[in-house]
Nanobody
Framework: QVQLVESGGGLVQAGGSLRLSCAAS????????MGWFRQAPGKEREFVAR????????LYADSMKGRFTISRDTAKNTVYLQMDNLKPEDTAVYYC???????????????WGQGTQVTVSS
């Protein structure tokens, strides 16, 4: 019943842009943090960015600062990840998650989406 559904991934050339969406349903997330993580083959799931539905500003991993922007649209129950100046090393499956905690650690998340593939060619 509780669902997080990511969309917007695809194949893009280095330097291009994509906007990922995460549509939340099945419960209210007003007291939750929404986060984006990514996982490349053979690597751990790593933190990308997070934002609360209300109350504070966005937080980013250092490698994403200046290129990625997380935002929310509470009316649509949707969070976004705008990715600009993409690099081949950004290639990964990107996941949306929800947690009642601060959202830096993947272990804190109660809910996850199925992921969306982002592939950046050189």
């Amino acid at each position: 019943q509780v669902q997080l559904v990511e969309s917007g991934g695809g194949l893009v050339q280095a330097g291009g842009s994509l906007r990922l969406s995460c549509a939340a349903s099945g419960r209210t997330f007003s007291n939750y943090t929404m986060g984006w993580f990514r996982q490349a083959p053979g690597k751990e799931r790593e933190f990308v960015a997070r934002i609360r539905w209300s109350g504070d500003t966005a937080l980013y991993a250092d490698s994403m600062k200046g290129r990625f922007t997380i935002s929310r649209d509470t009316a649509k129950n949707t969070v976004y990840l705008q990715m600009d100046n993409l690099k081949p090393e950004d290639t990964a499956v990107y996941y949306c998650g929800a947690t009642p905690y601060s959202g830096y650690s993947s272990h804190d998340y109660d809910y996850w989406g199925q992921g969306t593939q982002v592939t950046v060619s050189s």
